[in-house]
């Protein structure tokens, strides 16, 4: 590549940013022509090109990347200080690139319209309604636990192996694109991911690849999270980039599977929300619900809790940290705190509708 196309490359970075920028103000537009548009053939076809694979293609691109990386940084690491303007130039150049990719392909989506207003839903709520929510939450799970385990101290145990999930999670958006046709899932891409480890270690459970619409699962997660994360994975998928509303969409997939076993995962899944901010709110409040909660359901709570406990190191928070900002960078202004905003969007469907 010649160096005057490296150098033009490499500055395109500060105007893709402004342009990125203006283009968040209007996120009508983003809804109507990228999320609703561009996007949706844009997504349709990685998964299509990439979905029959057993396994993650775009693990293995990440993996050349860091090798090839590495590399070029070893056989480039006197050029650092001899040629430091060619050095800075060769990497904002692929930065560049991968900063458009990455907006093109996927990141625009943080800039689209709340779902809350497409589904016409409000974004405040009462602690009354939250504690309503809770316990018509409380009631169902219960209900479910009781229909599966018939001892309300057993927790519940999936009699189902990873991949057997996987395959069966799309039903449940089946079901759901009946009340919400924008849901619609098809051309399936979702798979274990081949960094269960590291992914572990770093404290996810899964994550979407924007380069080739993947969805990877942590396949060293409890089973019992299986139906839930793999659900969220695929609202992130369908272009819903923000994580509250991918938790929310994941709630509603789950727990409108025709499954008895995705739907305790969905329900525990959004009850474990309620509860932990009515905890914030007023902790006797909590200890007090929590006694109305069968015991069993809190055992599978205590053995997710337990597994992440196990993997606790001390590079995970610099991770979180990491992730915290690169949320904040594109949008969610409370950063990872945005995850629990998905109660809001609980509290307001349940509002609205008939458990």
């Known amino acids: 590549m010649r160096k005057t196309t490296k150098q033009l490359i490499a500055i395109s970075i500060i105007p893709q940013y402004f342009i990125i920028k203006w283009l968040s103000l209007y996120p009508d537009v983003i809804e109507k022509y990228y999320s609703n548009g561009f996007y949706q053939y ?39 200080i001899q040629d430091t303007k060619s050095w800075l130039t060769d ?13 093109l392909l996927w990141a625009m989506n943080y800039y689209r319209l709340p779902l809350h207003k497409n589904l016409g839903l409000e974004a405040d709520y009462t602690t009354e309604q939250l504690v309503s929510t809770t316990k018509k939450l409380i009631e169902k799970s219960n209900e479910i636990h009781s229909n599966i385990a018939r001892n309300d101290s057993l927790k519940v145990t999936i009699p189902y192996d990873e991949n057997n999930i ?136 205590k053995e997710v809790r337990d597994f992440w406990e196990a993997h606790q190191n001390p590079f995970e928070p610099f991770f979180k940290i990491f992730y915290n900002g690169f949320l904040k960078a594109n949008n969610q202004d409370k950063g990872m705190e945005s995850y629990s905003y998905v109660v809001a969007l609980l509290v307001n469907y349940f509002e609205n509708t008939n458990l």
């Not at 990497?91 to 907006?103: D, E, K, Q, W």
Request: some cysteine.
């Open 42 to 80: 844009s997504s349709k076809f990685f998964r299509f090109v990439f979905g029959w694979f057993p396994f993650s293609i775009g693990d293995f691109l990440y993996l050349f990347a860091i090798i090839f990386g590495l590399r070029w940084l070893y056989k480039n690491r006197r050029r650092i």
């Open 91 to 103: 990497v904002l150049s692929v930065v560049s690139i991968l900063y458009f990719a990455f907006h």
């Open 166 to 301: 996987l395959n069966m999670i799309a039903d449940g958006y089946d079901n759901l694109k009946k009340d919400f046709p924008d849901l619609k899932y098809n051309t399936k891409s979702l798979k274990k991911s081949l960094f269960s480890y590291p992914l572990t270690y770093m404290g996810f459970s899964g994550y979407l690849n924007p380069l080739t619409n993947e969805s990877q699962i942590d396949g060293l997660i409890p089973t019992y999270r299986f139906p839930t994360t793999a659900s969220h994975e695929i609202a992130h998928q369908l272009g819903y980039a923000a994580e509250n509303e991918a938790n929310f969409i994941g709630f509603l997939a789950a727990t409108n599977h025709d499954n008895i076993y995705f739907k305790y995962s969905g329900y525990t899944f959004g009850l474990r929300h309620c509860l932990n901010e009515i905890y914030m709110r007023d902790e006797a409040l909590y200890e007090e619900l929590v006694e109305t909660v069968n015991p069993g359901i809190l055992k599978n709570y």
